[in-house]
């Protein structure tokens, strides 16, 4: 049973344009949502989070909204840089220490 | 200031053997987990050490197990090695107070044969 979906594996987006990767899950019992960012042999790095009292967290070029109702959330990345090229993860908790993850959505940024 | 590390970064094993991995959290650092990626896969929970105990643990067999020592630092065994356990193992490591950010290090890269 899959409790956080990222149902697009992969996305192109020219440089300098807008990125919005998403995330899906059905437990409603989860109140604090992150994403990371991963390049090939490394770990992954946080890159944001969002506790479920917010709908939207902002750091610089990057953005989390959460919809509750939806049990959705996006993360936009403006302007995207070719260096943001990556696997992204998004993952949730429920206060139990250990995180769900998604699947991950590939994003390649074009030059 | 270290951040996470693991050691060592690539093992290859045969199965039936066991092995032994290490991690060492982040300055500052109590609590440490570890997650297995398959894959294509997103990280799953093994499970996480606060003061030496395993607070919690997903759904892996008990040939999944792990230690906390005193500085903090972690280690995670698997015995009875399968051909499925070939994955990278991520530790991560985070403060106890609160629903703290789980910092990842770059991960042991396991090939069972």
């Known amino acids: 049973d899959q409790q956080v979906k990222q149902n697009s594996p992969s996305l192109s987006v020219q440089e300098g344009r807008i990125s919005i990767l998403n995330c899906d899950y059905t437990n409603s019992m989860f109140d604090y949502f992150l994403w990371y960012k991963k390049y090939p042999a490394e770990g992954p790095t946080f890159l944001i989070s969002i506790s479920s009292i917010k709908d939207k967290n902002e750091d610089g070029r990057f953005t989390v909204f959460l919809n509750k109702s939806a049990k959705h959330l996006s993360l936009h990345i403006v302007p995207s840089q070719p260096g943001d090229s990556a696997v992204y993860f998004c993952?949730?908790?429920?206060?139990?220490?250990?995180?769900?993850f998604g699947t991950g959505t590939r994003l390649k940024v074009l030059a | 200031d270290a951040g996470v590390t693991q050691s060592p970064t690539h093992l290859i094993k045969t199965r039936g053997q066991q092995v032994t991995l290490r991690c060492s959290p982040k300055?500052?650092?109590?609590?440490v987990s570890w997650y297995q990626q398959a894959l294509g896969q997103g990280p799953q929970f093994i499970f996480q050490?606060?003061?030496?105990?395993?607070?919690q643990r997903g759904n892996f067999p008990d040939r999944f197990s792990g230690h906390q020592f005193p500085n903090y630092s972690s280690e995670l065994n698997v015995n009875a090695l399968l051909l499925g356990d070939s994955a990278l193992y991520l530790c991560a490591s985070s403060l106890t107070s609160g629903v703290e950010t789980q910092y990842f290090g770059p991960g042991t890269r396991l090939l069972v044969l």
């Open positions: 050490y606060y003061e030496e105990e395993e607070r």
């Open positions: 993952a949730a908790s429920s206060g139990t220490y250990k995180y769900i």
């Open positions: 300055s500052g650092h109590d609590t």
